[in-house]
């Protein structure tokens, strides 16, 4: 995920009153910079979620669509290409009246991805979570998701969703170890770059504090910062294993393919992931 626009010190740098995994993240995705940023990226986020929705347009169908975390609309116009017909939630108000400014025919609703009683048994044929959403809310709400998106999967239904690697390189980045350079930088950017670093350090060893108080680890995962909005982000990273196993206690039986985010390659049972920043996982009920 690339970094955020600069912006505010995040919510989290308050410390008068303990905050939630919520708190932390709804925080930071209720700035207008964070907002506008999200609305900035107007094409796939990477290569493993284009290899996943080649799968779903190759296969000719049109679905009714749930959109879980539309965010400002980004992947609104990819889901509608294929739905017959398209809701999309998403629990940070501030999201749904931008993508409702982008998208004012689309039926858009704030709304809980870990409750979707407003939503009929079976009613649609493909649920989507979009750009790590399902990382933002903590492990319990993680299970609730994916029970939730398999009930109101009709059978034969899709889930299409992405997730960090505990494995991968998100997972190690701290504040101090951020600073990167592009292979044709001159030495005058390069300046720039360790000057506006260095300008934002602080917040970011702030955020990451505040935000690292409250991780928490099991086996095969975490939840932890995420580098990204000047780590204002406290999210859910889990290796690929860990993953399949929590879909299947959901109910996900059928097949599961997972798509490397960097190389759009599927990933086989056992490979080698520790390059993979998420994977984009395509389940069927």
């Not at 933002?136 to 690697?165: C, I, K, M, Q």
Request: net charge neutral; glycine share 10%; charged share 25%.
């Amino acid at each position: 995920m690339r970094a955020a626009k600069p912006g505010r010190p995040c919510p989290c740098t308050d410390r008068r009153a303990p905050l939630s995994q919520d708190d932390i993240n709804t925080g930071t995705w209720s700035r207008a910079n964070a907002i506008e940023w999200l609305a900035s990226v107007d094409t796939f986020t990477d290569a493993g979620e284009r290899a996943a929705y080649a799968v779903l347009l190759g296969e000719q169908q049109r679905y009714p669509v749930l959109e879980l975390g539309v965010g400002p609309g980004r992947a609104l116009p990819l889901l509608r290409a294929i739905a017959t017909d398209y809701v999309g939630i998403d629990y940070v108000p501030a999201m749904i009246e931008a993508a409702k400014r982008r998208f004012p025919d689309a039926d858009l609703r704030v709304g809980d991805a870990r409750d979707l009683s407003a939503f009929a048994d079976g009613h649609f044929g493909l649920v989507a979570f979009a750009f790590m959403g399902l990382d933002a809310v903590d492990r319990a709400g993680r299970a609730r998701v994916l029970a939730e998106a398999h009930r109101v999967l009709r059978p034969g239904g899709r889930l299409w969703f992405s997730t960090f690697n505990l494995t991968g390189p998100h997972s190690r980045e701290r504040p101090w170890n951020t600073l990167r350079y592009g292979d044709d930088d001159g030495l005058g950017t390069r300046l720039w770059t360790t000057l506006s670093w260095l300008r934002r350090l602080p917040l970011r060893l702030s955020n990451y504090r505040a935000a690292r108080a409250r991780a928490v680890a099991g086996d095969e995962w975490m939840v932890a910062p995420l580098s990204a909005h000047d780590f204002g982000l406290l999210i859910h990273y889990t290796t690929l294993d860990e993953q399949v196993r929590q879909l299947r206690l959901a109910g996900f039986t059928g097949d599961i393919q997972a798509f490397d985010n960097r190389t759009g390659e599927p990933v086989a049972p056992g490979a080698d992931t520790s390059g993979a920043e998420a994977f984009n996982l395509l389940c069927c009920k």
